[in-house]
């Protein structure tokens, strides 16, 4: 690595220090109130897990059935963990390829109050039985609009600091925060409004609910976290992305396509069946942009993909990256009739949705959470033998999840297509890969365990003060270049351009 | 300048490329398939009046029912959504229907008109409900299986919703309405377990669960016991 790769101007150094100065509140709020609802969610999944699989394992309250707390670990997970890391996420990256500080961080700091405020009422709500049942739009119907509300004056922070930047070309990862700021308001108020339009149509109401849950993936999760591993990954390779109109294609052929998905999870419903077949073709297209960000992404850290095993923010987003991949062959798969009909209402849809939500987004969200938050703060991580951990017992759970939920899928899917055997078949069939599932939950939430612990005590201030980055094996770290190269912030023309 | 004229031009961008299947695949489905209107049957249909929905009105059991359906979360296990043969083996489940008169069918959007939503469903731990009202007709076993499921059917895995019922100590006769539990489900001895208005509506919902209504101008004629139901 050669020395003005590495070595920034001293007025680089100060503006970037002014702009993390500028937005560390509503950054640090974020992700530490994120890790919270995260290690909520993830008690969550075990408890709902144990009662799904044993309805009679303690009391029979009507409060701890699988109905109840299933939505809760769901919306825990998307709308507490998944949706306020990635506003930190969306506020650090943009001010930083901005080139410009923050100047209302009072402004999105409440918001983020009004957000879990919000989010708390929903839970209470949902929790006592006035939630609406519709997957991923459970919250009661008070609490969309101060959601929406919020979610609006994030957004126009961020529209304001893009139209307020400095440095001149437009970078691929403010391309994918700016479709996510704005796609995700007219996603989630035309889901709401017509939704809770008494005339509407009852069956559109569902497929609505099902084309909601997939746009939100694709059109918000799906592009915070490409925004942060399009980011991260050449920052640390210390080289520009190796093309841009790849990457350019990447991100237009998902906007093109991804508004299409969502009714192929109803796949024989009853809609006029061009919606659905057009929903299953979209999903499968939706394999292009998948296919160019890991070639993207893979050639621009050709030769140097041994520093993931010191960085843990590259290591992170490497694993994300590949989820990202699985995820859209597997929702490939399933959009087809053949497959979709053994899969389909089976364990493996809502593995698939999973492995969405936490393989693809939380990964790259973690990498760059273990990326950011040193800089913020201007301390490092206490222990590089925790991100270790966290790193293992995530990824290790969450592909155990999902291989649980998608083999207990195809036998449960497989039995209730066996018409001649009894239903109940499935149930028991299916029943063990629950109990599977659960256990693996247990482990992602001793891992979360560890992650809220540590950003807690860098949000406290009780960060390591050292002139080194915290690394995984640090020990191992063959020189100083190295380990240089893993925390070197690179000039603007070397990142991201 | 430039900074604007680029955010003009990438929102605008954005905007088309998801516009389209908002327009195209949510809002005008949406518009033309909330204009649906009970239909009338023709002559050949060999039925009188209209298709008939279950009797639901504002305030009335069936609507407290379906409230109930969403509050306990039943939509999470159980599905109201009938696959035609080339998606899935539902029809050859039973769950199309009526058998006789050749008229299990798979749902289509007209059925669900009445419902303030379609509850489609999300998986299929139990099984699909659309047609419940016509394979479970017996009051008395809905109510025990809310109540105890596993009572009924050992391998369940459906949570027992004892919320529902009221466990009371009784004097002398037991309650006409009292569910009828045997062995280690039976409360202790003295008490009984009745159920409240709510279970009650939970089942009068779930009896009306009856999703195939002969298509009116289908060419299919009716049988005898769907005659008679359509003309109830």
């Known amino acids: 690595m050669s020395e003005d790769t590495t070595k920034a101007s001293v007025e680089d150094i100060r503006l970037r220090a002014a702009i993390d100065r500028s937005v560390r509140y509503p950054v640090l709020f974020f992700f530490t109130s994120a890790a919270a609802w995260l290690f909520v969610a993830t008690v969550l999944g075990v408890v709902s897990g144990i009662k799904l699989a044993n309805p009679d394992f303690g009391p029979a309250w009507t409060w701890l059935t699988y109905g109840r707390l299933w939505p809760l670990h769901t919306n825990a997970l998307i709308y507490g963990w998944g949706m306020q890391a990635g506003f930190g996420l969306m506020i650090w990256l943009m001010a930083r390829l901005c080139r410009t500080e923050l100047r209302n961080s009072v402004t999105l700091l409440v918001a983020g109050h009004v957000w879990n405020f919000g989010l708390s009422l929903g839970f209470i709500g949902m929790w006592m039985g006035k939630g609406t049942s519709l997957p991923w739009l459970e919250f009661p119907t008070f609490v969309w609009p101060l959601l929406a509300l919020t979610y609006v004056v994030i957004s126009l922070s961020l529209v304001q600091m893009f139209r307020r930047r400095r440095s001149g070309s437009l970078f691929i990862s403010q391309m994918y925060i700016i479709g996510a700021a704005l796609w995700f308001p007219w996603i989630f108020i035309t889901a709401n409004l017509l939704i809770n339009n008494e005339g509407g149509s009852a069956v559109m109401k569902a497929g609505i609910n099902a084309w909601f849950m997939s746009n939100l993936v694709y059109f918000w999760f799906v592009p915070i976290a490409l925004a942060a591993a399009y980011y991260i990954v050449p920052k640390i390779a210390g080289r520009p992305v190796h093309s841009y109109p790849l990457a350019k294609l990447g991100f237009w052929s998902l906007a093109l396509f991804a508004g299409w998905t969502g009714f192929s999870r109803y796949n024989g419903g009853p809609f006029p069946a061009w919606m659905t077949s057009v929903s299953g073709a979209a999903t499968i297209f939706i394999l292009l942009p998948a296919l160019a960000v890991w070639l993207n992404l893979s050639k621009t850290l050709a030769g140097q993909k041994k520093l993931a095993d010191h960085s843990p923010a590259l290591r992170f987003t490497s694993f994300g990256v590949l989820m990202f991949g699985l995820f859209a062959l597997l929702s490939a798969l399933v959009g087809f009739y053949g497959p979709g009909r053994l899969l389909q209402f089976s364990h493996a849809t809502v593995g698939i949705d999973t492995l969405g939500i936490y393989g693809m987004f939380s990964m790259v969200a973690f990498g760059a959470i273990y990326f950011i938050v040193p800089r913020i703060t201007a301390s490092e991580w206490p222990s590089g033998k925790m991100i270790n951990f966290h790193f293992w017992f995530s990824s290790y759970g969450i592909l155990t999840v999902i291989g649980f939920m998608l083999v207990g899928g195809l036998a449960q899917g497989g039995a209730m297509d066996r018409w001649n055997t009894d239903f109940i078949a499935s149930v028991e069939l299916g029943n063990g890969y629950v109990i599977g599932r659960c256990m693996a939950w247990f482990l992602i939430a001793l891992a979360n365990l560890a992650f809220f612990y540590q950003l807690a005590l860098m949000f406290i201030g009780r960060g390591r003060k050292s002139e080194g980055p915290t690394l995984i094996h640090a020990e191992g770290a063959k020189s100083s270049a190295e380990a240089a190269g893993i925390t070197a912030e690179g000039g603007a023309a070397n990142a991201n351009a | ?232």
């Open chain 2, 1 to 232: 300048m430039k900074n604007k004229s680029e955010f003009s031009q990438l929102a605008c961008g954005l905007a088309v490329a998801f516009g389209l299947p908002w327009l195209l695949l949510v809002v005008v489905p949406y518009v033309k398939l909330s204009a649906i209107e009970p239909q009338a049957y023709t002559e050949a249909d060999g039925v009188e009046g209209l298709v008939a929905y279950p009797a639901k009105q504002i305030g009335g059991s069936i609507s407290t029912g379906e409230r109930l359906y969403d509050s306990l979360g039943c939509a999470y296990c159980h599905t109201q959504m009938v696959r035609p043969t080339y998606a899935g083996a539902d029809m050859w489940r039973g769950w199309g229907g009526r058998k006789e008169g050749g008229l299990a069918r798979e749902t289509r959007p007209a059925d669900y008109w009445g419902d303030s939503h379609a509850m489609l469903g999300y998986q299929r731990i139990g099984p699909d409900l659309s047609n419940v009202g016509w394979r479970r007709t017996d009051r008395a076993w809905l109510l025990q299986h809310l109540y105890s499921p596993r009572s009924l059917i050992r391998e369940s895995v459906m949570p027992g919703y004892e919320g529902l019922f009221t466990l009371r100590k009784f004097n002398g006769q037991q309650s006409d309405s009292a569910l009828k539990l045997e062995g280690k489900f039976a409360p202790e001895t003295g008490y009984e377990v009745v159920p409240t208005p709510d279970a009650e509506a939970l089942v009068d919902y779930l009896l009306s669960r009856k999703k195939d209504a002969p298509i009116p101008g289908s060419g299919n004629p009716a049988g005898d016991e769907a005659k008679a139901a359509a003309s109830e």
